[in-house]
């Protein structure tokens, strides 16, 4: 499929969507590998992932020396217009094969 080009920088995903899958994918990767590959500050990453767990989508738990997390998969998206949909149907299509 082809990519269409574009002269302005904007995603579809929000830097909470791409957080929320690199921990998905990867449920013990630390901070600041998960602020590296979505390219903003380890401090952005806390506070989102925070932000995350404040609101039910991820919950912490300390192994160890790491952090390691799990998503609810069954949480509803919290805008309107995705309203009867869960982020595990978002998650899986970019789980890591």
């Known amino acids: 499929m082809k990519t269409k080009p574009s002269s302005s920088a904007w995603t579809f995903l929000t830097n909470h969507a791409r957080v929320l899958v690199c921990v998905a994918n990867d449920p013990g990767m630390r901070l600041r590998d998960v602020a590296e590959r979505v390219n903003i ?15 039910g989508y991820i919950a912490k738990k300390r192994v160890g020396r790491r952090n390691h997390y799990t ?3 069954d949480s509803a998206f919290r805008h ?7 982020i595990g149907q978002l998650l899986s299509l970019f789980k890591k094969t």
């Open 41 to 55: 500050t380890e401090r952005a990453a806390r506070r989102i992932v925070f932000e995350l767990a404040a609101d």
């Open 80 to 86: 309107t217009l995705e309203q009867g949909h869960q």
């Open 71 to 73: 998503v609810d998969f």
